[in-house]
């Protein structure tokens, strides 16, 4: 079976992933250094798995790109920002409940 999958985005390919995309799609920022960013991957790859074709999951590093998290006012991470039709729907900070609160954020996006 495929798996579902995250894709890496940056600065430059963020508008196109994110922001045009025709499902809802959820930005990860995160870095390689960052604890909370690395134990909620796992739960992104399982979100990933059971929203496959209905939202799409991406991956920022902030450390590699800062234009977009500047943006965005992102000033912690791990921050997850869910978009929808190019608008903000959801953004949650943090890694604590972070799998009940996505799904919640994705059911409601879908609904």
């Keep these: 079976m495929a798996h579902a999958e995250i894709i890496n985005i940056t600065d430059d ?10 499902i809802p799609t959820l930005v990860d920022f995160w870095a390689e250094w960052c604890g909370p960013c690395l134990a909620i991957a796992p739960i992104l790859d399982e979100l990933a798995e059971e929203y496959k074709g209905k939202v799409r999951i991406c991956k920022l590093n902030t450390s590699d790109n800062q234009a977009v998290p500047v943006k965005y ?20 900070v943090g890694a604590a409940g972070v799998k009940e609160k996505l799904s919640a954020a994705f059911d409601q996006a879908l609904a």
């Design 73 to 92: 006012g992102i000033r912690s991470i791990p921050t997850m920002i869910l978009f929808k039709n190019g608008e903000i729907v959801e953004q949650i």
């Design 13 to 22: 390919s963020f508008e196109k992933a994110a922001l045009q995309s025709p």
